[in-house]
């Protein structure tokens, strides 16, 4: 039996060269359906979108690969086209659902933020911040719109600044944050290695965490079970998405049509970096 290879390459700018939590676990769920299924994942790193499309084409010239595993869908993508021009079966891992004909394992990103905004308003809650991933990324922007849409229903006050799903960038903007003019009580993270950066700007800055400052962070990764206190989070099963990833991935090298695989929507769980706000606000 022929081995099958599935590719995925991850574009990330020079300092987050490697692998972050979060797609550690998709990894992980993938190779585990590959177990066994005479499928294995090759996983190269680009600096950016154009240096993933040229790794590709290589792949594809010299028949190293099967099936590709995108993810990061970006604004005006160029690696959707490409995808078309070099004819090979691939699988996106986000969504939203797309003019093109390709399988995609679609996340709710706006259910995810709406839960956030919801328990904190809840908490008593009312001014939140969201600290961002890469703006260009298209889950990123549903995020974005949907916390900024949520809160003005909850008479919130929102605001979001850009990161870049590092701990230096989460870091950097929680410290505009809290040093700013009106302080936001609570802030949401687009990831977990961005809320640890924000938890150690905090602590800098001798801010408390939750009494002067709730933390949710995005994905329900060991990262976010380990830090210090436990964080609060947006929680996707990765681990699964991943599964559903390697399950698509295998469907489509097998000659499957493009279809959309939905996955259970987000929750929010929450552990001991939120509470109400301190400053006599509340409801």
Request: hydrophobic share 45%; charged share 25%; aromatic share 4%.
């Amino acid at each position: 039996m022929h081995e099958r290879i599935a590719g995925l390459v991850l574009a990330r700018p020079g300092r987050l060269l490697g692998m972050e939590p979060f797609m550690a676990d998709v990894v992980q769920g993938i190779e585990e359906v590959f177990a066994g299924r005479g499928c294995s994942l090759l996983i190269e790193f680009a600096a950016d979108v154009a240096g993933e499309l040229e790794i590709w084409q290589r792949w594809v010239a010299n028949r190293h690969v099967d099936g590709i595993v995108m993810v990061d869908l970006r604004a005006k993508d160029p690696r959707l086209d490409e995808l078309q021009r070099l004819g090979v079966p691939a699988v996106l891992l986000g969504g939203p659902e797309l003019e093109v004909p390709i399988t995609n394992v679609l996340v709710d990103n706006a259910e995810g933020a709406r839960a956030a905004v919801r328990a904190l308003a809840q908490l008593g809650h009312r001014d939140i911040a969201r600290v961002s991933g890469p703006r260009d990324m298209l889950h990123c922007q549903a995020r974005d719109d949907a916390f900024m849409q949520t809160c003005a229903e909850r008479d919130v006050r929102g605001r979001v600044i850009e990161g870049d799903y590092s701990e230096d960038s989460g870091r950097d903007a929680t410290q505009q944050l809290l040093t700013g003019r009106g302080v936001p009580t609570a802030i949401v993270y687009d990831n977990d290695l961005m809320a640890i950066g924000g938890l150690a700007a905090a602590r800098e800055l001798n801010v408390t965490i939750p009494e002067q400052l709730s933390v949710i962070a995005w994905d329900d990764t060991a990262v976010a079970r380990l830090a210090t206190p436990p964080l609060s989070v947006v929680t996707v099963d990765v681990h699964g998405l991943g599964t559903i990833v390697g399950e698509a991935i295998l469907a489509v090298i097998q000659g499957a049509a493009p279809t959309t695989y939905q996955v259970p929507k987000p929750t929010i769980r929450l552990a001991s970096s939120t509470a109400p706000p301190s400053r006599g606000e509340g409801l």
